[in-house]
């Protein structure tokens, strides 16, 4: 069982839909991030959150450390939203241990 | 400010060929890492410098991969000799110290035919 599982694997909607991402993790974490790959390989980190909630823009992010999940939130979809949403967390002062992501669509 | 810069993006070689990959980092990261990313599948972390000490090298293929961080601010990746295998993205990222958050380069493409 991978520590850190995402879901959907895959996800299409239509523009102007809200979107949830959802991550579970097996362990103690000192933090997680999620990250935003576009076609083409290059990251954008989004947030990195240890507790509670953050947002930016038309992003949420939340985290329950007791129950190990978090959710990747979008209000308000566009189709340049399109991309590979990837959960990572760090256990401790470990490396971090990557999701294997959710793609994306958003149509127009 | 300038991002974190990798060279080449695109690289095609064949098998047993070499090859070295380059990242200049956002000035002023202490922390440099090289991930290899497969097509479909998260990141894994090859190499994790702290300034010019390699801090986590545990899943770097030593018979073959080699980096280097000799100033502790540009690195270089080098892969001799490659395998079909290797074909993936390789993703550089800095941050000011372990813990902190990341910041990718664009990556470099490589195809071993």
């Known amino acids: 069982k991978n520590e850190v599982e995402q879901s959907p694997q895959n996800l299409t909607a239509q523009e102007g839909e809200f979107i949830t991402i959802n991550c579970s993790y097996s362990v103690g974490i000192s933090a997680l991030h999620w990250l935003q790959q576009h076609p083409g390989g290059g990251i954008v980190s989004l947030f990195m959150?240890?507790?509670g909630k953050k947002k930016h823009g038309r992003l949420i992010a939340t985290i329950n450390i007791q129950e190990k999940h978090s959710s990747l939130h979008i209000t308000a979809s566009h189709p340049r939203d399109s991309a590979v949403y990837i959960c990572?967390?760090?256990?401790?002062?470990?490396?971090?241990?990557f999701g294997q992501g959710t793609r994306l669509t958003i149509n127009p | 400010e300038a991002g974190v810069a990798q060279s080449p993006r695109y690289k095609i070689i064949e098998k047993r060929q070499s090859v070295a990959f380059w990242c200049n980092p956002i000035?002023?990261?202490?922390?440099l890492y090289w991930y290899q990313q497969i097509l479909g599948q998260g990141p894994k972390l090859l190499i994790q410098?702290?300034?010019?000490?390699?801090?986590?090298d545990s899943q770097l293929p030593k018979d073959r991969f080699s980096a280097e961080r000799l100033k502790g601010v540009d690195s270089t990746l080098k892969i001799q000799p490659a395998k079909l295998e290797d074909s993936a993205v390789y993703l550089c990222?800095?941050?000011?110290?372990?813990?902190?958050?990341?910041?990718f380069g664009s990556g470099t493409q490589l195809s071993v035919l």
């Open positions: 990222a800095s941050s000011l110290g372990t813990g902190e958050k990341l910041f």
């Open positions: 410098f702290q300034n010019n000490g390699v801090v986590d």
């Open positions: 990572a967390v760090r256990p401790g002062a470990q490396k971090l241990v």
């Open positions: 000035s002023g990261h202490a922390t």
């Open positions: 959150l240890s507790s």
